[in-house]
């Protein structure tokens, strides 16, 4: 149990490290290639920086998605930890109170 923990959080760091890398490597890329002599409609450096910014925002949103989700997750995982309900509203049946009305 403990070693799939450790592989699980290992795999996690490498993925991590690596999405970085790519990160800063491709903004560095955008940065040092910025003033290029430009060859007109068919450069390929620009055509690298146009793929690399499509690249870092598609990034950015993905990342914004997952933020999310593992929130919502570690909500829960909590709320399972501690068995409390999540959004149960607490209503006379639930709480069990009788009406004689």
Do not use: Q, W
């Not at 290029?36 to 690399?52: E, K, M, Q, R």
């Not at 989700?69 to 709320?79: D, N, P, Q, V």
């Amino acid at each position: 149990m403990k070693i799939k923990r450790k592989r699980k959080k290992l795999i996690a760091l490498l993925i991590f490290i690596l999405l970085t890398a790519t990160l800063v490597l491709s903004m560095t890329y955008i940065v040092l290639e910025a003033d290029h002599d430009c060859a007109g409609t068919n450069c390929s450096v620009c055509n690298h920086i146009h793929i690399l910014e499509r690249f870092i925002g598609s990034l950015g949103i993905t990342l914004a998605i997952l933020f999310r989700i593992s929130l919502a997750f570690e909500a829960y995982s909590k709320s399972l930890l501690h068995n409390t309900p999540l959004n149960i509203a607490l209503t006379p049946v639930a709480r069990n109170i009788r009406m004689n009305n």
